[in-house]
């Protein structure tokens, strides 16, 4: 019994190290030092940013139509991740409009709704502090069916960074959850890839009419 309880010890031990692993913002170093070392064009910049949503629109200037938008996503990030790094993945580009997806993989690994608008707040602060001029853009966060589970904490934080939006200025709030859903209210399963937690063309489509005509 007691070597049973050791056991179980131990795999709680081993379990919290391989939490406080997961939240070490500096696993993204090697990306980041990425970023650190682009090239800044001329002219009105536009920063897209986040998660791995954002890292794997790989034809935003396309879709957009606009070559001056850098895409600075991480996959597996979370909005503390991009709070650490804001000064390489945002703040050095000296953007007029930066645009965040932050807060799917903070719902997936745990963190309360109320955590991520924190979290939130203070990366606008940061952004405001340095360039008070800027738009700042909060992309919410989209329905999978990885992650339908989740459905709850996605919708109330949502809620919660829209409703924070409405009352700030030079912040806007952009849904893309209800456009993702088919008629029986569930993530339609063909704009993902087969992962069901990433999007296709289909799905980037979608983001394409959400998004895009904030970024003219």
Same mark, same amino acid.
């Given at each position: 019994?007691?070597?049973?309880?050791?056991?179980?010890?131990?795999?709680?031990?081993?379990?919290?190290?391989? =939490?406080?692993?997961?939240? =070490?913002?500096?696993?993204?170093?090697?990306?980041?030092?990425?970023?650190?070392?682009?090239? $800044? @064009?001329?002219?009105?910049?536009?920063?897209?940013?986040?998660?791995?949503?954002?890292?794997?629109?790989?034809?935003?200037? +396309? %879709?957009?139509? %606009?070559?001056?938008?850098?895409?600075?996503?991480?996959?597996?990030?979370?909005?503390?991740?991009?709070?650490?790094?804001? =000064?390489?993945?945002?703040?050095?580009?000296k953007p007029v409009k930066v645009f965040i997806y932050e807060g799917d993989n903070d719902i997936n690994s745990g963190k309360t709704p109320e955590t991520i608008l924190k979290t939130m707040s203070?990366? &606008?602060?940061?952004?405001?502090?340095?360039?008070?001029?800027?738009?700042?853009?909060?992309?919410?966060?989209? @329905?999978?069916?990885?992650?339908?589970?989740?459905?709850?904490?996605?919708?109330?934080?949502? +809620?919660?960074?829209? =409703?924070?939006?409405?009352?700030?200025?030079? &912040?806007?709030? $952009?849904? &893309?959850?209800?456009?993702?859903?088919?008629?029986?209210?569930?993530?339609?399963?063909?704009i993902f890839i087969g992962d069901s937690l990433h999007m296709n063309p289909k799905g980037y489509a979608i983001w394409t009419e959400a $998004?895009? @005509?904030?970024? %003219?």
């Amino acid at each position: 019994m007691k070597s049973l309880k050791w056991l179980f010890t131990l795999m709680l031990l081993f379990s919290a190290l391989i =939490d406080l692993k997961a939240q =070490d913002p500096n696993r993204f170093q090697f990306v980041i030092n990425g970023f650190s070392k682009m090239e $800044i @064009p001329d002219g009105d910049l536009i920063v897209i940013t986040g998660s791995s949503s954002v890292r794997f629109w790989g034809t935003v200037q +396309k %879709d957009c139509a %606009d070559e001056k938008i850098i895409n600075t996503g991480f996959g597996g990030s979370e909005a503390s991740d991009l709070l650490y790094h804001l =000064d390489a993945a945002v703040l050095r580009f000296k953007p007029v409009k930066v645009f965040i997806y932050e807060g799917d993989n903070d719902i997936n690994s745990g963190k309360t709704p109320e955590t991520i608008l924190k979290t939130m707040s203070q990366i &606008v602060g940061k952004i405001r502090s340095s360039l008070p001029e800027t738009e700042i853009y909060i992309i919410g966060t989209k @329905p999978s069916p990885a992650r339908w589970q989740f459905e709850t904490g996605y919708l109330a934080v949502n +809620k919660l960074l829209s =409703d924070y939006a409405e009352q700030q200025e030079q &912040v806007g709030y $952009i849904d &893309v959850w209800n456009s993702m859903l088919n008629d029986a209210g569930r993530p339609k399963p063909q704009i993902f890839i087969g992962d069901s937690l990433h999007m296709n063309p289909k799905g980037y489509a979608i983001w394409t009419e959400a $998004i895009c @005509p904030s970024m %003219d």
